[in-house]
């Protein structure tokens, strides 16, 4: 039951923000560092949401709706754009080892290493 209260919860968000393109808009002109420090499921919902919206954001230009606008359909894009670039670094990155502790060579004969 918890799973699909978490789903439900992920849907309304995934809705709301595609709903409000302006906030999508802001996290696309917002700081490197702010973007580095959101959580990576976060980014995948910001993800979702900005391709939602321009999914919208098309229907109204095919339709030629009054209320479709260039620019934000423009700046939707690059936020995702951005978005998706985020995501893609984060990916490439790779994991960081731990280090292993320091033990002495297996070779060494009485404090002599092998060269």
């Given at each position: 039951?918890?799973?699909?209260?978490?789903?439900?919860?992920?849907?309304?968000?995934?809705?709301?923000?595609?709903?409000?393109?302006?906030?999508?808009?802001?996290?696309?002109?917002?700081?490197?560092?702010?973007?580095?420090?959101?959580?990576?499921?976060?980014?995948?919902?910001?993800?979702?949401?900005?391709e939602l919206a321009l999914k919208q954001e098309r229907a109204r230009?095919?339709?030629?709706?009054?209320?479709?606008?260039?620019?934000?359909?423009?700046?939707?894009?690059?936020?995702?754009?951005?978005?998706?670039?985020?995501?893609?670094?984060?990916?490439?990155?790779?994991?960081?080892?731990?280090?292993?502790?320091?033990?002495?060579?297996r070779l060494a004969i009485g404090g002599l290493r092998p060269n």
């Amino acid at each position: 039951m918890q799973s699909s209260q978490q789903s439900t919860h992920r849907l309304r968000r995934l809705f709301a923000i595609a709903r409000r393109p302006s906030s999508l808009i802001a996290i696309g002109h917002s700081a490197r560092d702010q973007l580095e420090s959101m959580p990576l499921d976060e980014l995948r919902l910001l993800r979702e949401a900005a391709e939602l919206a321009l999914k919208q954001e098309r229907a109204r230009s095919a339709m030629r709706h009054w209320s479709y606008d260039v620019n934000r359909h423009i700046a939707i894009k690059a936020a995702r754009d951005r978005i998706a670039a985020e995501i893609g670094t984060r990916a490439a990155r790779p994991a960081v080892k731990a280090k292993k502790p320091r033990t002495s060579p297996r070779l060494a004969i009485g404090g002599l290493r092998p060269n």
